[in-house]
Structures are given as structure tokens and as C-alpha cells.
């Protein structure tokens, strides 16, 4: 079935430091991406959706210059958090529109960013 | 933007068990899709059911089936024969025909008592 890698499982990082956080799709091509973030026992929230060879998109009151996101290849998203504060510690889950799979939304595993 | 309302912040249900779990959503659009997917302490979200809209038939997948009604705008979720492994967050959620977001309700968790 599809898979997506997300890298890392969990990070730690110091306030004002930049974090990458990596997801791939494996066994096909992902045209699209979408990046979530999930507080503790709360639901996904989607943050952007991005698109290969594209500009992200992002959601009302997502910072852009944050939570920067790439998707250069048909495989591979990133999405980095720049400048990091604890505030933006929480749950980080991508997920990949697998386009030849009626309907199919793979999700990675999800990474969890401290920001110390 | 579309509204998905869980109501049921926790359920719990007794091994071998049955557990429905609720869901609304709120839209205009005709054509749309329905999700239920299952978040285990390993937060890894697993799709449990998908409902096409156009279809009358409620989606079933081995122990789990919905009631989808169309006109109620309502899509629960029916866990028989309740399993320790059911335990978990579920969220119901939307996609709209014409997008690929999915828009989550806030969550239902599913404790199971052995």
C-alpha cells in the first residue's frame, strides 16, 4: 500500500532556531501535499497545501514566513519552521494525495517539535 | 469553509461491544466525500471508512459501518464487536468534490474495557 516517511519522529531545538521537518512518499507520486499541526487530544488543523513545482498555499493566519514549505519533487515536501519559539511546539503530520488511488490520503507518522 | 461537528468528546464501550459514534458536517455542495479515519496512541491516522456522497448504500469495511444521511447532512460511525485495538481518537471528516482538503471534526475517544 502507499506509504509516506516523515523525518523526523521528534526534535528537539533551541528557541530562535530553524527546524526541517521531511515527507516523503515511497511506493508514488505525491502531486500534492498537505501539512497539519495537532495540539494534545485536539484535532488536525491544516496549515498549507502544497503542490510540485508550486507555491504553497497556505491557511488564514498560517504565517508564511514561519512555517516555510517546499515540494520540489513529485516525492518529497518540507516544511520548516523558522526561527522556532516554544509556542510552535506541538505535532507536525503530513499527509499525500495518492492520485491514483480513488480518494486516497496517506498520512506520515507525524513529527513532534519541542522548542526549548 | 465546511463545519464537521463531533459531539462526543469520549465514548466508552465494553469489549465485544457496540459503539456509534456521531458526526454533522455543514455544506452546500451536492457532491463531496466522507471520511472516518482512526488515530491510535501512535498517532498515526489510519483511514477506517470512505462514503461517496452520490451513493445511497452506507460504506461498510469488516466491523465497521456508517449510516450516511444525506438529507441530515449526518455520517456515524458504527464499531461492532468492539476489540482493545479499537481504542483510539476518531475523527470524521470532509473533502468537498471540487478540493482535496479534508476538513477534520474535533475528535471522538474511544476507550474499550476488557
Known amino acids: 500500500g502507499a506509504v509516506v516517511s516523515q523525518h523526523p519522529s521528534w526534535v528537539i531545538c533551541k528557541s530562535g532556531t530553524s527546524v526541517k521537518i521531511e515527507c516523503r512518499s515511497l511506493d508514488f507520486q505525491a502531486t500534492t501535499m498537505f501539512w497539519y499541526r495537532q495540539f494534545p487530544k485536539q484535532s488536525l488543523m491544516l496549515m498549507a497545501t502544497s503542490n510540485e513545482g508550486s507555491k504553497a498555499t497556505y491557511e488564514q493566519g498560517v504565517e508564511k514566513d514561519k512555517f516555510l514549505i517546499n515540494h520540489a519533487s513529485l516525492t518529497l515536501s518540507t516544511l520548516t519552521v523558522t526561527s522556532a519559539h516554544p509556542e510552535d511546539s506541538s505535532f507536525y503530520i503530513c499527509s499525500a494525495r495518492d492520485q491514483i488511488r480513488l480518494f486516497g490520503y496517506t498520512f506520515g507518522s507525524g513529527t513532534r517539535l519541542t522548542v526549548v | 469553509a465546511q463545519t464537521v461537528t463531533q459531539s462526543q468528546p469520549e465514548m466508552s464501550v465494553q469489549e465485544a461491544e457496540t459503539v456509534t459514534l456521531s458526526c454533522t458536517y455543514d455544506?452546500?455542495?451536492?457532491?463531496?466525500?466522507l471520511f472516518w479515519y482512526k488515530q491510535p496512541p501512535s498517532r498515526q491516522m489510519i483511514l477506517v471508512i470512505r462514503?461517496?456522497?452520490?451513493?445511497?448504500q452506507n460504506a461498510t469495511e469488516n466491523r465497521f459501518s456508517v449510516n450516511f444521511q444525506k438529507a441530515a447532512k449526518s455520517f456515524s460511525l458504527k464499531i461492532s464487536d468492539s476489540q482493545l485495538g479499537d481504542a483510539a481518537m476518531y475523527f470524521c471528516a470532509y473533502r468537498s468534490a471540487g478540493d482535496y482538503k479534508l476538513s477534520f471534526g474535533a475528535g471522538t475517544t474511544v476507550t474499550v474495557r476488557a
Open positions: 455544506t452546500s455542495e451536492s457532491d463531496y466525500y
Open positions: 462514503q461517496e456522497a452520490y451513493k445511497q
